[in-house]
């Protein structure tokens, strides 16, 4: 029952958006053509999509841990910005050095430097957690700002590029530094490649592994921890640590793939989004790639449908909140199985 | 002739793995009280369920005064005069008694109705219980009184109870019978489920024995012994146990005037426990629930890891500040007496709970050896005669006293230095509770040091070699089980025992030397 209520909620997001393009006044079935089956039309639109699922996959499967294990990282967002001026970061310097480098040898550095900073960034959330019991719901969410802030300082100040006309942004990185593609012609990156390997990981690590099993006692029953003796403190740091460290490969990922240089805007909300990717995917690794294949099809969906019959691009956002919604309501009502009585 | 109160015809209930009940028919007169016996899973609390309107029968119709009935939820059972008293309670610890009661109710009684209801219920029985009072102010003894009592007001015709003594003392059984025997007098019908076949002989007119999902006899259980009751459930008289004199070793577990103040609001303060424990003898803890056992527990299991290091000693090396995890590499293994989501996780199958204590089937790095630990989980299984879909079921499908033994069995089987058991029997069979007794005193024979915390004295007294009680937060001298008496003892749990070690009737006789 638990696996179909995912299905139930994307059939009743479908459902709510043809309501809301009727009421914005187009034809529901067009519109809903240009959100569900343009995603998938042709080979560009495919590895766009999977472009687009690549970053989703990453954060997902470390916050799917988090969950599972009931330490709530919000802030994905914040380890996704951090990984991305980690990874932006060494791929400037690579630029600006010109290092003669192949980006075969680039790929798995950047690699490192979007863990490295993303884990960091997590590791204040877990460091705060442990130390002084504050809530990581708050503490990493304001971490987001935080870090969103710290990128703009470097791109308006010391990393902007000297002869950009002021613009703050650096230079475009060097082509050493570019993610290597997996078709000619299209942007799609070997990252993806490393997302599924990081899935694969995952569900060995999760299903596999003692650790993996130990991390999800905590969550569903905190006493039988206690009584196995696990520890809390370990599971706090392994799970916001190999969150953090994703997410920020994710970031490392965007910038020295599909943007190719920093700017203020790197952020897109891809650590959010993951996080319905999570619960859509039903913390499991495999539902991570699949959810992700969802919304990034709403996403792609919601840019298809600006340029294509002038709805607003907020329409996806919308559709993500919609099929949130929907996914909690189809669980709690599957879970408690309320029934209609007539006296009350 | 009036038609039954009650009617099962056929009554078939199948989950994926096992089938729970199998074309079950009985029925239940006006004025009966009728037992459901039957060992662990035989499908008890199942067909209960299905009365209850909990759930769903696969096959079979239920006839309520000779009408057919179709109950499809616990609403509609209660809307025909059905009540029931579940096993564990369903109580929120922050409400009045009152406001729990009124919860359940339809929304056309005030509370201060309910409220008058509770008190003249509670007079007619002479049940004591102050509707104003906070759930969580309340022993459990007293908790399980509300159920009753939040029972009694709807006005049943028929009154469901699985397990209900075990979290009683034996005074309040006493006292739970006398309220059962006056409400079948005024024509109420009782569902009894128990293990405990004294309590069954005593109350019960009517019993239907159920076996593997099928009813397999019927029987007046007043004209019948608990031998033969055993026979008619699990076809043999459970093996007595044999209780050789205990020949105990060096010291394992010294606990030291431990004083430690309680963790929440609903625990007991421990005042200077001392307590000693050696290898090859069972030592045991009597006392009412609730007078610090569970404090003293924690604090020994290491799941409450505050007490002074030098507090616990374990082989004379202190342990008061270690992890469950790291006492028990050095030798000592717990178990609880919450069995769902402390003993085992609900929602992982039973391989995976192995994991919880045992570390057999890992390979390098955490590897999880997946065959080894299936065989390792399959041989409890088949050793403790652990009623499941096998190795791969999850925790939360076993029946109460199954999920038991596999727990039990999980750390008979490690065969530990020193293993501490909280109330090693509770919901298990007869067949099965002999089974981990002896299974016990195999594993002291063997050399293992045992500690036995247990509300049932009869327990403790074929077990144990030496008692200790527990009142209020403190421990009693301890005194050997051959020299105490269920007199002494009782007394004992008042709180009054001798205070120094030497200076007492029989304080001092089985101490060792
Ligand atoms: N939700 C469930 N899913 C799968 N199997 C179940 C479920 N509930 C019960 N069972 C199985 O049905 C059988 C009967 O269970 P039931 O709880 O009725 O036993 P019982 O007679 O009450 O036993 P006990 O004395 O141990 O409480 C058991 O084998 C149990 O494993
Ligand atoms: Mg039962």
Request: charged residues 15%; proline residues 5%; contains cysteine.
């Amino acid at each position: 029952m638990s696996l179909l209520s995912p299905v139930i909620a994307v059939v009743l997001t479908a459902v709510v958006g043809a309501a809301l393009f009727a009421a914005l006044g187009k034809d529901p079935l067009s519109a809903l053509q240009v959100f569900f089956l343009e995603p998938f039309h042709g080979t560009r639109a495919l590895t766009e999509l999977a472009l687009k699922s690549t970053p989703l996959i990453l954060i997902a499967l470390g916050l799917a841990l988090c969950y599972r294990s009931n330490v709530w990282n919000i802030g994905a967002e914040g380890q996704f910005l951090m990984g991305a001026i980690g990874g932006g970061g060494l791929a400037l310097w690579v630029t600006t050095e010109a290092i003669p480098m192949s980006p075969w040898a680039f790929f798995p550095l950047v690699i490192v430097a979007g863990a490295l900073a993303g884990a960091a960034w997590a590791g204040v959330v877990a460091l705060l957690r442990d130390r002084f019991n504050a809530n990581e719901i708050l503490t990493s969410l304001m971490l987001v700002y935080v870090a969103n802030y710290f990128l703009s300082w470097l791109v308006f100040g010391p990393w902007k590029d000297p002869d950009g006309f002021n613009f703050p942004q650096t230079v475009s990185f060097a082509s050493q530094t570019e993610l290597p593609r997996v078709i000619r012609g299209m942007r799609l990156h070997w990252g993806s490649a490393v997302a599924l390997l990081a899935a694969g990981g995952m569900w060995l690590f999760l299903f596999r592994t003692f650790a993996g099993i130990q991390l999800q006692v905590g969550g569903p029953a905190p006493a039988a921890a206690r009584y196995a003796g696990f520890s809390s403190h370990a599971a706090i740091w392994t799970t916001l640590l190999t969150s953090g460290a994703l997410a920020g490969v994710a970031g490392a990922f965007e910038v020295a793939g599909p943007m190719g240089q920093l700017t203020p805007h790197v952020s897109t909300g891809y650590g959010f989004t993951a996080i319905i990717v999570a619960f859509v995917g039903r913390l499991h690794p495999l539902g991570c790639i699949l959810g992700s294949g969802v919304l990034s099809m709403f996403l792609i969906g919601g840019e298809l449908a600006q340029s294509r019959i002038g709805l607003p691009s907020a329409l996806s956002g919308v559709f993500q909140g919609v099929l949130l919604l929907s996914l909690l309501a189809c669980d709690t009502l599957i879970h408690y199985r309320p029934r209609w009585s007539g006296t009350r | 002739m009036t038609a039954p109160r009650l009617q099962l015809e056929q009554i078939s209930k199948r989950f994926a793995a096992v089938v729970a009940n199998d074309q079950v028919s009985l029925s239940v007169q006006p004025g009966e009280i009728h037992s459901i016996l039957g060992e662990n899973g035989a499908g008890k609390s199942t067909l209960m369920k299905i009365i209850y309107g909990a759930l769903r029968p696969d096959a079979g119709r239920i006839l309520w005064n000779g009408e057919p009935a179709q109950i499809r939820s616990p609403q509609e059972a209660r809307a025909l005069g059905i009540a029931m008293v579940f096993q564990h309670f369903s109580l929120f610890d922050t409400l009045s008694v009152a406001e729990n009661v009124w919860l359940g109710m339809s929304s056309s009684i005030s509370l201060q109705q309910v409220k008058d209801g509770i008190r003249s219920k509670t007079a007619e029985y002479g049940l004591e219980l102050e509707p104003e009072r906070v759930v969580h102010t309340l022993s459990v003894g007293e908790r399980q009184r509300v159920e009753i009592v939040r029972a009694l007001l709807a006005e049943p015709r028929l009154l469901i109870l699985d397990e209900p003594t075990s979290v009683l003392t034996p005074q309040a059984v006493e006292k739970l019978f006398v309220t059962l025997r006056q409400l079948a007098a005024t024509g109420c019908s009782i569902l009894y489920i128990s293990h405990k076949l004294d309590e069954i002989r005593a109350l019960c007119h009517q019993c239907t024995v159920l076996r593997g999902g099928r009813v397999t006899g019927s029987c007046d259980p007043t004209v019948e012994s608990n031998a033969s009751l055993s026979r008619l459930m699990i076809g043999a008289e459970p093996p007595r146990l044999v209780h050789r004199e205990a020949t105990p070793g060096q010291l394992a577990l010294r606990v030291n005037a431990l004083s430690l103040e309680k963790l929440d609001r609903f625990g007991t303060d421990l005042h200077e426990v001392s307590l000693d424990l050696r290898e090859g003898e069972v030592v045991g803890i009597a006392g009412v629930s609730g007078n610090g056992q569970q404090q003293l527990l924690a604090a020994i299991s290491g799941e409450d890891p505050r007490a002074p290091d030098a507090a616990i000693e374990l082989f004379g090396q202190p342990i008061g500040r270690l992890r469950a995890g790291a006492r028990r590499k050095l030798g000592l293994h717990f178990i609880p007496e919450e069995r769902l989501g402390r003993g085992a996780v609900p929602t992982l199958s039973l391989a995976h709970n192995m994991l919880l204590t045992r570390n057999e089937s890992l390979r390098f790095l955490g590897w999880i050896d997946r065959q080894a630990l299936k065989h390792q989980t399959a041989s409890i299984i088949e050793r403790f005669k652990v009623k499941s879909g096998g190795p791969g079921a999850v925790a939360r499908s076993l029946s109460g006293g199954n999920l038991q033994k596999y727990i039990v069995g999980r750390e008979i089987d490690a065969v530990p230095k020193v293993l501490v058991v909280a109330q090693p029997t509770w919901g298990v069979d007869v067949g099965a509770a002999a089974q981990i007794r002896a299974e016990l005193l195999a594993l002291r024979d063997a050399g293992t040091a045992l500690l036995v915390v247990s509300e049932e004295l009869e327990e403790l007294f074929e077990m144990t070699d030496r008692l200790h009680v527990m009142a209020r937060g403190r421990l009693s001298p301890s005194i050997g089980t051959s020299a105490a008496t269920v007199e002494l003892i009782g007394e004992w749990m008042s709180g009054l025992w001798p205070t120094g070690p030497e200076d007492g009737p029989g304080a001092s006789i089985g101490e060792f030397p």
